[in-house]
């Protein structure tokens, strides 16, 4: 096993030991995964939220014959969906094809996902006694996105032509933005009944935290011991709290996800959008990297959560449709602002769209390549 701390050119203060410091054979390889341990890398590190999706033709062309989640419960195409986008962009990580409400099934929640509608719970949770009957016992029934990452590993364990280790990025939701699609049913624009819950029922939305926590603790480890280098924890939503809010309801179950899939042996990003005046509180969990949209500069995000923090980010993903020298004008003000600090990861502040140009994303990994050798 490669022992990243006694790398000679490591040795520096911003080197010293994260409870998601890694012990994967592949860690020390990859660039990726060094940077979100903020250890010095050789060029930035770059991949995109939603990189497998709707705007990539190969992505459709499995999408004619499979339903969203025949993808996500079929181990080889969920792999090959995964391989193939960050083998067409050319990018340094693989975020496993998956999705952010698959643990809500061992639970006991049926879901699907309606076309134009988006995710719907057929039957919402809005009482004690129906958070009670959730089930923890069988986050086991999800072992599918453990095999597919096995499937991804194995393909992406060799170097790649450069020398490094592509990383393997597995996922899940937060508590709270699991919870308001539990809650809502939906998708949402205000969160009443999610905010009803949280401020009205003092059994219920503790309650919910902690199971949601056990679930998703138990659903990383199962991705970690499959091969995921890095675990990703989207609160997409939490941008609709207040800071108080976010204290008082959300900071210590989201913690303590943070903790305990660190105390795993990988590096957790925390992502979410419109957290700008989140972010002090957001660093508050300890993830080793922020995850940033890009509403904020992207250099006053990062003295925001300070140095200790990795930061990724955060180009508006609706530049991708700019024409080239404004795409690029955007890509280099991440990158300067970044100041090629250790610790920087380059990717949107949200998912590609649909209708993205693949093209241009491709253009912005080739940038990036090019800016590191300059
Ligand atoms: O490369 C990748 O990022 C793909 C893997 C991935 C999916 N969902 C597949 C997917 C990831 C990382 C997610 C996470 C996810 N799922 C989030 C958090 C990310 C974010 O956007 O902040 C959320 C909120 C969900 C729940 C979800 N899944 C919604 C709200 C929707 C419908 C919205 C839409 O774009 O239609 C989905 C569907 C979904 N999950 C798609 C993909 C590629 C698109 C729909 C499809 O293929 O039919």
């Known amino acids: 096993m ?19 410091n890694p012990g994967g054979t592949s860690a020390g390889r990859s660039r990726f995964v060094r940077a979100c341990l903020r250890h010095p890398v050789d060029r930035t590190p770059v991949w995109f939220l939603r990189q497998a999706g709707r705007y990539m033709p190969e992505y459709m062309a499995v999408r004619k014959h499979h339903s969203l989640l025949d993808i996500c419960r079929t181990p080889e195409i969920a792999a090959e969906v995964t391989i193939t986008a960050a083998e067409r962009l050319g990018v340094d990580a693989a975020i496993i094809f998956a999705d952010l409400l698959l643990p809500f099934t061992p639970m006991g929640l049926d879901f699907d996902f309606l076309s134009g509608e988006g995710p719907v719970v057929h039957v919402p949770v809005r009482t004690a ?12 029934e999800l072992s599918f996105v453990a095999r597919a990452i096995e499937k991804v590993a194995a393909h992406f364990s060799a170097p790649r032509a450069d020398g490094d280790a592509l990383g393997i990025i597995g996922f899940c939701g937060a508590p709270f933005t699991l919870a308001s699609y539990m809650i809502e049913g939906g998708s949402s624009r205000s969160y009443i009944e999610t905010k009803k819950m949280m401020y009205t029922d003092r059994v219920a939305w503790p309650l919910l935290m902690e199971k949601l926590v056990t679930v998703l603790v138990d659903f990383a480890r199962q991705q970690v011991e499959a091969g995921a280098d890095v675990i990703q924890i989207f609160d997409s ?11 008082q309801y959300c900071l210590a179950p989201t913690t303590e996800l943070v903790r305990r899939i660190q105390a795993l042996g990988v590096p957790v990003i925390y992502f979410g959008v419109d957290t700008a005046s989140l972010l002090p509180a957001m660093s508050e969990t300890g993830a080793d990297v922020i995850g940033l949209d890009w509403r904020i500069p992207l250099d006053a995000a990062w003295k925001v959560v300070g140095p200790g923090c990795a930061v990724q980010g955060n180009l508006d993903p609706i530049t991708l449709f700019a024409p080239e020298d404004v795409l690029k004008a955007r ?3 991440v990158l300067l602002a970044a100041g090629g600090r250790p610790g920087h990861i380059f990717n949107l502040g949200h998912g590609i769209v649909p209708g993205t140009p693949v093209e241009n994303v491709i253009q912005v990994v080739q940038w990036i390549k090019e800016f590191a050798a300059q």
């Open 129 to 140: 006694e129906h958070v009670r009957a959730l089930r923890t016992d069988r986050t086991g």
């Open 237 to 247: 939503w939490a941008g609709a709290l207040s800071v108080a809010d976010y204290r």
């Open 331 to 333: 890509v280099e003000e």
């Open 2 to 20: 490669e022992n990243l701390l006694s790398e000679a050119p490591l040795n520096t203060a911003s080197d010293q030991a994260s409870p998601g």
